[in-house]
């Protein structure tokens, strides 16, 4: 009976005391955190992808906090969530958010097989930055899209897929949430974060090739070979730049004429999610054919 | 009989072409000269469209210290200076010579009479380094690393003896076997030369013993150089790597890195490397050709041809019986750390040491599959490293843990996807995570 009790007393005391230990320490050393976080960290979309900048939703909701502190939310922007979500935290926080453009992935090759015929095979480890490694990789394009596939590994939303007829990545627009990560994980560079832009619609040059016209010619059907019929169709706009014998057309100042798809004589611009044209010249519909009249009109360039 | 400590593996030798004699291959039509055939910054070049060059007219110069300049070995006429599909299987700036003939600039000595080092006391080490800086000699052994580095020690440090790398522990290769059995004399006063350049009086040749008549010739001639020892080595693969051959030869081992061979005051060349300074000092012949072995199971003729830089390997392939029609892939250097080339059009270089056509039988690699954690990779690995850990790491982007493992010891031997029973793609991954955590350690240093 004593042995009992001496026991109860025992625990009992060690209980009492801990709690005491642990309820002053919990007082003394107690880390306020803005509830504000929480709050907000609570409508994010959970997904801690990164593409905002900050290491997870948590990280993310911490700086929008200390921004809104700051007296205003701009500039910071859940991918993911969209405007929506970022209402949402405006809200929270007393704020006004600022619209912003929500973005897509876009991946500028159209080198498909044959367009850019394989001409030997990799049988190494199936990854794009390993593949990179070896130098041109399988095709003769060293700026082209390796297909192994590292940006469909490096998307958590199941967006991108490499489609295995062309061996190019593709991007399913209704599933991608512009983060970036695929951006990130292509050694080469190809994905670009553009404007989903107005009804979905945008006008893209498809092609990362740098090398010079006569050669961009022997490497892929569709590449671009830097003529700067583009850049002259474009003139009243200068929405087109070429940088290292590749166009660039700057999504601020296009204004989706279209005009630059139809000159290009290699089919490397292209037009998403336009209606379809009607039927009156023979100019090139999907702009993946290319003519005769491209191959003569790239001719020139190819003394070099 | 001597050989290095740790790992190593034993592919099968192949050496098919072994004992036939060095052929000289015909001059190419068009030779394509990379501004890149060493390590280090490129050569820049000093020649332009419709320029007219000699055997030994300088085509590019070093672009630094850690560069060597480049040589053309043809006569004729610059047709374009523009990029170039070379071994690294990328387009980069190279100088296209349409072959016209061939003339050989006046100053290089032609003749095949042996100079010897004790004939000619006016060569000090300065005057034997400026020589081989000048004719552009690059570690011919494949890694391509300019000579005259080597022979410069950096401060604090100090040459103790001079280890020529006769190994050739690639399998199929037999260039340097070949070379040694039929210019021994000329590589022993490579050897005098190497020696005088860092002021040392010990040589070493470490040969592996599946070259008998080489050990014995080297052995005989080197009589008459008291100072120049010739050390039977046993066959294990990398014995070729410089810190394998320095455990191997004298017995020390090289610390990780930034440790160099130059710290445990060893300094290390390769044997072809040897002869090509010898004919670089005391004939003034720039490097503009090299010992090409041309080999594989499907090739009628496998064959050492002596052969011009710039020529392209289907040329070479050419001489040899032609590309067989069963080839399945083409390597650049021997079978375990050669490249695959994708074109025969690609000209060979200062580092092409082989030529190496595989069938498509052998070519394919099997499935890999999951690890079985035999490591096997690890007791194969000459650095002591834990391959499968290093390729897991890399392979899902941990590249601090990567960098705690070691992984930029790895010398990419390829012993530990040689041996590895489930095919696993180890050295792929690795050789990711070691220049990803190299990039890393140089953007922190450059801070």
Redesign the interface.
Same mark, same amino acid.
Do not use: E, G, M
């Given at each position: 009976m004593n042995v009992i009790l001496i026991a109860v007393i025992v625990l009992g005391g060690v209980g009492l005391v801990s709690a005491l230990v642990l309820y002053l320490a919990s007082q003394k050393f107690a880390v306020y955190e803005d509830p504000r976080i929480a709050q907000v960290a609570e409508v994010l979309p959970q997904a801690n992808c990164g593409g905002c900048g900050y290491p997870g939703c948590s990280g993310f909701a911490g700086a929008c906090v200390k921004a809104a502190d700051g007296g205003s939310i701009d500039g910071l922007l859940c991918p993911v969530g969209g405007q929506a979500v970022m209402e949402q935290v405006a809200g929270i926080l007393g704020m006004q958010a600022s619209a912003a453009a929500p973005k897509v992935a876009v991946v500028r090759c159209t080198g498909t097989c044959d367009a850019r015929p394989h001409g030997v095979e990799f049988d190494g480890a199936h990854s794009c930055r390993i593949q990179n490694m070896t130098g041109m990789g399988e095709t003769q394009c060293l700026y082209g899209c390796l297909g192994e596939g590292d940006c469909s590994h490096a998307c958590l939303f199941g967006a991108i897929k490499v489609n295995p007829e062309t061996r190019i990545a593709e991007v399913d627009e209704t599933k991608c949430t512009g983060c970036g990560a695929c951006a990130k994980a292509c050694p080469r560079g190809i994905i670009e974060l553009r404007p989903v832009g107005p009804k979905g619609r945008r006008v893209v040059v498809l092609c990362n090739n740098k090398d010079k016209g006569a050669l961009a010619v022997k490497e892929c059907k569709h590449s671009c070979i830097g003529c700067g019929k583009c850049v002259k169709t474009c003139e009243k706009f200068e929405a087109i730049t070429l940088d290292a014998n590749l166009a660039h057309i700057d999504p601020d100042k296009c204004k989706m004429c279209r005009k630059c798809e139809d000159a290009c004589p290699r089919g490397a611009i292209h037009a998403f999610n336009f209606p379809p044209r009607k039927p009156k010249t023979v100019a090139p519909v999907n702009g993946l054919q290319t003519t005769d009249n491209g191959q003569q009109a790239a001719a020139p360039k190819s003394e070099v | 009989m001597k050989t290095f400590k740790k790992g190593g593996v034993h592919p099968a030798e192949c050496k098919l072409s072994a004992g036939s004699p060095i052929r000289e291959a015909a001059l190419p039509k068009q030779a394509v000269f990379s501004m890149f055939q060493h390590i280090g910054a490129p050569a820049k070049p000093v020649v332009k469209k419709g320029d007219m060059v000699k055997v030994g007219t300088l085509l590019g110069e070093a672009g630094g210290f850690v560069s060597a300049p480049v040589y053309s070995s043809v006569s004729g006429k610059v047709t374009k200076v $523009?990029?170039a !599909?070379d071994a690294? $299987?990328? #387009?980069r700036m190279a100088v296209y010579v349409d072959v016209d003939g061939d003339e050989w600039e006046a100053s290089i000595d032609r003749s095949t009479t042996l100079e010897r080092l004790a004939d000619h006391p006016e060569l000090d080490s300065q005057t034997i380094i400026d020589r081989i800086k000048q004719a552009g000699i690059v570690g011919m052994g494949g890694a391509t690393f300019p000579c005259h580095v080597k022979l410069c020690p950096p401060p604090g440090t100090k040459a103790e003896c001079v280890i020529i790398n006769a190994v050739e522990c690639e399998p199929y290769l037999t260039a340097d076997h070949s070379l040694m059995l039929e210019h021994p004399d000329e590589i022993l006063e490579g050897v005098e030369l190497i020696m005088k350049a860092v002021n040392v009086t010990r040589g070493y040749i470490g040969i592996e013993n599946n070259k008998p008549d080489a050990i014995r010739l080297l052995t005989d001639h080197a009589q008459s150089h008291p100072n120049i020892e010739v050390v039977p080595l046993k066959v294990k693969y990398p014995q070729g790597g410089e810190k394998q051959l320095i455990d191997a030869v004298i017995g020390r081992e090289v610390p990780a890195p930034p440790a160099i061979p130059i710290h445990v005051g060893a300094v290390v060349q390769n044997v072809g490397t040897a002869f090509a300074i010898y004919e670089a000092v005391m004939k003034h012949k720039p490097l503009i050709d090299r010992i090409i072995t041309v080999t594989g199971k499907s090739v009628a003729n496998p064959s050492n041809l002596k052969a011009r830089l710039g020529t392209p390997f289907q040329q070479l392939i050419d001489e040899c019986g032609g590309l067989p029609a069963d080839t399945g892939k083409i390597i650049g250097g021997g079978p375990m750390m050669g490249?695959?080339l994708?074109?025969l059009d690609i000209p060979m270089t200062k580092g092409s040491s082989g030529l190496l056509i595989i069938n498509q039988q052998e070519a394919? #690699?099997a499935e890999?599959q999951p690890c079985i954690r035999c490591a096997k990779c690890v007791t194969a690995c000459p650095m002591g490293l834990e391959p499968f850990l290093l390729a897991t790491l890399s392979?899902q982007h941990m590249w601090e843990e990567a960098e705690h493992n070691d992984i930029v010891s790895c010398i990419e031997c390829g012993s530990c996807s040689f041996t590895c029973p489930s095919h696993r793609?180890l050295l $792929?991954?690795i #050789? !990711?995570g070691k220049?990803t955590v190299m990039g890393i350690i140089r953007s922190r240093q450059a801070k």
């Open positions: - | $523009d990029v !599909l690294s $299987d990328t #387009r490249k695959a994708i074109s394919r #690699r890999a392979s793609h $792929d991954n #050789r !990711l220049q």
